[in-house]
C-alpha cells in the first residue's frame, strides 16, 4: 500500500517524466546489471550472464545441456523419460533460443503452446481444482502406444480496432476446444491457452525482494491513479508453504525450483525427486534438475539498443506520459540470495511484478489463487524488441493472439484502458516514436 | 545449438567503435560473399544430395547388397552438406523448424519400432507427426540398426516402405530449408543483405557479422563440449558410444570433419573452388593480423588432429582416447580464438 507521501513523490516524478520531450535513457542501458549481454543477434537471450565466476558458468553450461536435451520414451540409449502423455521433448521447444514460441501454424502439431485446465472452486490452499482424468493442464500428446489426453480445435475471433486518426486495425483471438478427449470432459471445465515466456533474467526477478515488489501495490487504489496492482500469493508444494508468485503469466509459481520440476513433470511427463511416483527411481535426477533451474536463473539480459536516438527518447516520454510506466515499471532492483552474480543488482524489466485486472477482452475466465480471471502479471518488457530477430515472429500475450506490439497494446483492458485509449489518441508520429522505444528493449 | 561459452571479457568497457584509420570497411562485401556464395550453395547443394539420397533409397530392395551401399553412401553424402551448414545455424533453419525436421536426435526408437510392427502404410502424415523419428537419424537408423551391421538381407518390406516415405519427407524438407532463402516475398537473405532497412530483422551489417560469428563459436562450442566430449566423457572416464550423434553409421568423425569445413567456408569465405571474402579478410583489412593468423594456426591445428582420429569415432573413444582429448582441446582452443573477434565489435 503506498503512503501518501510516497505516492506523491511518484506521482510528481511521474509529471516531471511526463512533461519532458525525451528521456534520459543512459542509465537504463545494463537492462541486467552486471549480467547484461551486448549481443543484438539471433543468440541474444542465450548468453551465460557475463560475470559468472568459472565454477558457476560450467553449473550454466551444464543446465544448458540438460535444457536442450530431447527425450524419448523409455527404454532407450539416451534420455529416456519422456510421457505417456506430453506437450512436447524438450525444454528448448516451448523455450526456442530461450525465447516466445510462435503460435502454432497448425494447432495439433508440437508448439510451445499448452492449455491449463481447472475446474469452477478452490483447493484447500485456494489454488485451482485440477479436473479429474485431466489434472491442471492438458498432454496433447503421448509416447507410441498411448493415447493423449486431448486434441485440439482452433477457431478465430475477428474483432476491428478503429485508431482515433482512422487507420484500423484486426484483432483476432484464438478460441481453443477440446476433441478426441481420453474421458468425457466434465461441464463447465475452465480452459485458458498458454505459451512459453523468455528465460533469461528470470534469477534476477526472483531476486527481486518481496517488499519492492509490494511498495508498487496498490490494491485498492488509494492514490486514485486508476492503476491497483496487487500481489498473487501460491502455495508452493515443494516448500509446503504460501510465497510470493512471481512467474508464469498470472504469477502462479513462486521459485523457479518449483517451475523447473512442474514443467518436466507437466510438459514431458519426466519424474524427478520432487515429482515422482512412489516405489520408482526419479526418471531425471536432483543433479540434472538443480542444473536446470541454475541454468534458468543465470542468462545474461540483452541490453536495449539506441537508446540515444532521439525518436527512441522521445518515444520513452511518451511511454511515461500515457501510463505505460504504471505497470511497466522500468527500474527494479534485486537484493541477497545465494547467487551472488546475482545480488544487489539495479535491473530494467520494465515490470511490476503485480497482477492487474486487464479487462473483459483479455480474461481467460480461469482464476489462479488471487488471480482472478481477469487478472494478469505485468510482463517483463526487456529484449521485447528482439523478439523477431530471436525467434522469427512477432507473437505476444498469453494466447499469442497479438500478432504485433500495437496489437498487444490495443488488448489492454481494464486498468490498462486509460492507456489504451491514449495510445489510440496519438499522432502517427508519436505512434511510431512509442513504438521505436519499446522496440528498442 | 547454443551460444554457451561466451564470455563477454571486454562487455564493460564496450560499445566502442572499431578503429577507423587504415580500415577498409568491407563488412558488407563480406555478408554479401557469405550470404550468396558460402550459405545458399551449401544448402543447394545438401537440397541435390537429398535428392540424390531420396533416389536411391527408392532402389532399394531386400537382399540388395550393392543398393544398400549405394543409399548409405548418398546419406553419408547429404550429412556431408548439412554438417557443413551448421555453422551457420540462424534464421529459417531454425524460424520454419526445419533442423528439428532434419536432425532431431537422439531418435526415439519405441516410436520407430513401433511403427514399424503395425501393418498399416506408413504415410507422410505419420513421419510429420512423430517429430523424434525423423530425418537423418530415422533414415540412418532404418540402414544401418542398431548395432552397426545389419545387412541388405536383414531387411523386409515395410522398412524399405517407410524408408522411402522417410526420404521424401527428407528432401522435401532440404528443399523448403534452400527455398526460404532465396525464394518468396521476404527471401532470408534479405534480412542478412539489407540490414538496417525494413523489414530486416537486423539493425546494421555489424550485427549480421556478429551473428555469422556466432553461428561459428556455438558450432565450435557443441564439436568440442556435446559432440565430443558426451560421448568420451559423459561417464567420468568411460566411453559411452550411443551418446555419439551418428552412432549407427559409425560416421561422427565425418561430421567432426564436415563441421570444422564449415567454420572454415566462413572463415574463409570459399566454397566449392569460389574464392571469396569471409571473417579472414574482415580481420586483416582492420589490422587484426595477429587474431587472423592465430585463428588460421588453430583452425590448422584442429582440422589435422580431427582428420587423422580413427574412422570409426566409436573405436576412437575407446582406444585412442587422448587422441580424442587433444582434438576436444584444439577445437576448444579455435573456439576460444573465435570469440575474440566477437570483443573486436565490427
Known amino acids: 500500500m503506498l503512503n501518501k507521501k510516497t505516492s506523491l513523490i511518484l506521482s510528481i516524478s511521474l509529471i516531471l517524466v511526463a512533461c519532458m520531450k525525451e528521456v534520459d535513457l543512459s542509465s537504463r542501458l545494463y537492462a541486467g546489471g552486471e549480467t547484461t549481454s551486448f549481443s543484438a543477434t539471433s543468440n541474444a537471450f542465450s548468453f551465460p550472464a557475463p560475470n559468472l565466476s568459472p ?18 520414451k523409455a527404454p532407450a540409449l539416451i534420455n529416456a523419460g519422456l510421457g505417456p502423455v506430453f506437450n512436447t521433448t524438450s525444454c528448448i521447444s516451448c523455450h526456442p533460443k530461450d525465447g516466445r514460441p510462435a503460435f502454432p501454424e497448425s494447432i495439433n502439431k508440437r508448439s510451445g503452446l499448452l492449455m491449463r485446465v481447472s475446474l ?25 502406444g498411448y493415447q493423449p489426453e486431448a486434441a485440439y480445435s482452433l477457431e478465430y475471433q475477428y474483432f476491428h480496432e478503429k485508431l482515433d ?58 492514490d486514485g491513479d486508476g492503476i491497483s496492482g496487487r500481489p498473487n500469493y501460491v502455495y508452493d508444494s515443494f516448500l509446503d508453504k504460501v510465497v510470493l508468485g512471481r512467474f508464469g503469466w498470472k504469477a ?44 534458468s536463473r543465470t542468462l545474461a539480459v540483452p541490453a536495449p539498443r539506441d537508446q540515444d536516438n532521439k525518436i527512441v527518447k522521445k518515444g520513452a516520454a511518451l511511454f ?75 507473437h505476444f500475450l498469453h494466447d499469442g493472439r497479438a500478432r504485433n506490439i500495437t496489437e498487444a497494446i490495443l488488448w489492454h483492458g481494464g486498468e490498462g484502458e486509460n492507456a489504451k485509449k491514449a495510445f489510440k489518441a496519438l499522432s502517427k508520429k508519436d505512434r511510431e516514436a512509442l513504438l521505436t522505444f519499446i522496440n528498442s528493449l | 545449438m547454443k551460444l554457451k561459452s561466451i564470455v563477454f571479457l571486454g562487455s564493460l568497457s564496450m560499445l566502442a567503435c572499431t578503429p577507423t584509420e587504415n580500415v577498409t570497411d568491407i563488412k558488407g562485401e563480406v555478408v554479401d560473399n557469405l550470404t550468396n556464395q558460402v550459405v545458399i550453395p551449401t544448402y543447394s547443394d545438401l537440397h541435390n544430395a537429398a535428392k540424390n539420397l531420396n533416389a536411391a533409397v527408392q532402389k532399394l530392395e531386400v537382399g540388395n547388397e550393392e543398393a544398400l551401399t549405394e543409399a548409405r553412401n548418398a546419406w553419408s553424402n547429404a550429412r556431408n552438406f548439412w554438417e557443413q551448414t551448421e555453422a551457420f545455424l540462424f534464421g529459417p533453419v531454425d524460424f520454419e523448424e526445419i533442423d528439428p525436421a532434419l536432425d532431431s536426435w537422439p531418435v526415439d526408437l519405441t516410436a ?65 530449408l534452400h527455398a526460404s532463402w532465396v525464394e518468396g516475398d521476404q527471401p532470408f537473405k534479405l534480412h542478412l543483405l539489407n540490414a538496417g532497412q525494413e523489414p530486416s530483422n537486423y539493425d546494421s551489417t555489424s550485427d549480421v557479422i556478429q551473428e555469422f560469428t556466432e553461428g561459428v563459436i ?31 553409421s559409425d560416421l561422427t568423425k565425418r561430421d567432426l570433419v564436415n563441421n570444422l569445413q564449415s567454420v572454415s567456408n566462413i572463415f574463409y569465405g570459399d566454397y566449392n573452388g569460389n574464392d571469396g571474402k569471409g571473417i579472414s579478410d574482415l580481420l586483416a583489412s582492420n589490422n587484426q593480423e595477429a587474431l587472423q593468423a592465430e585463428i588460421e594456426a588453430n583452425l590448422k591445428a584442429a582440422v589435422e588432429v580431427v582428420n587423422a582420429l580413427p574412422e570409426s569415432f566409436t573405436e576412437a573413444i ?24 566477437l570483443d573486436l565489435k565490427f
Open chain 2, 218 to 248: 556455438g558450432l565450435l562450442d557443441e564439436v568440442a563440449n556435446a559432440k565430443i566430449a558426451a560421448p568420451l566423457n559423459a561417464e567420468e572416464g568411460v566411453a559411452k558410444p550411443e551418446e555419439q550423434e551418428s552412432f549407427f
Open chain 2, 318 to 341: 575407446q582406444n585412442n582416447r587422448e587422441q580424442v582429448a587433444e582434438a576436444q582441446n584444439k577445437v576448444q582452443a579455435l573456439h576460444d580464438s573465435f570469440v575474440k573477434v
Open chain 1, 252 to 295: 502462479n509459481v513462486g521459485t523457479i525450483e518449483t517451475q523447473t520440476a512442474t514443467a518436466f513433470i507437466e510438459d514431458m511427463g519426466i519424474t524427478s525427486p520432487v515429482f515422482k511416483n512412489d516405489n520408482e527411481e526419479p526418471e531425471i535426477s536432483q543433479e540434472i534438475l538443480d542444473q536446470v533451474s541454475f541454468y
Open chain 1, 120 to 144: 469452477e472452486g478452490e483447493d484447500e490452499y485456494g489454488g485451482p481444482l485440477p479436473v479429474p482424468g485431466f489434472g491442471l493442464q492438458i498432454q496433447n500428446h503421448a509416447v507410441y
Open chain 1, 55 to 72: 565454477e558457476n558458468l560450467h553449473k550454466h553450461l551444464e543446465g544448458d545441456l540438460q535444457f536442450e536435451a530431447i527425450y524419448v
Open chain 2, 112 to 176: 520407430i519400432n513401433g511403427i514399424l510392427s503395425e501393418s498399416n502404410e506408413i504415410t507422410e502424415e505419420i513421419i510429420q507427426s512423430n517429430p523424434e523419428a525423423r530425418g537423418f537419424h530415422l533414415i540412418e537408423f532404418l540402414l544401418w540398426g542398431e548395432n552397426q551391421n545389419k545387412k541388405a538381407v536383414d531387411f523386409n518390406a515395410h522398412e524399405i516402405q517407410y524408408l522411402k516415405v522417410a526420404a521424401q519427407d527428407f528432401e522435401q524438407n532440404t528443399q523448403r
Open chain 1, 320 to 394: 511515461h506520459k500515457i501510463g505505460c510506466a504504471s505497470c511497466h515499471v522500468p527500474e527494479q532492483k534485486t537484493g541477497e540470495g545465494p547467487i551472488a552474480e546475482l545480488s544487489n543488482q539495479v535491473i530494467y524489466p520494465y515490470t511490476d511484478m503485480l497482477l492487474h485486472d486487464m479487462g473483459e477482452g483479455l480474461a481467460d475466465n480461469r482464476p489462479d489463487y488471487l488471480a482472478t480471471g481477469r487478472e494478469w502479471k505485468t510482463r517483463p518488457l526487456w529484449g521485447i524488441g528482439l523478439t523477431s530477430r530471436v525467434n522469427g515472429h512477432t
Open chain 1, 165 to 222: 486518426d482512422g487507420t484500423e486495425v484486426e484483432l483476432r483471438k484464438p478460441i481453443i476446444t477440446l476433441t478426441n478427449t481420453h474421458i468425457p470432459l466434465p461441464p463447465g471445465t475452465l480452459m485458458s491457452p498458454r505459451m512459453g515466456t523468455p528465460m533469461f533474467g528470470l534469477g534476477l526477478l526472483e531476486y527481486i525482494p518481496e517488499e519492492y515488489i509490494l511498495r508498487n501495490a496498490d490494491e485498492h487504489d488509494e
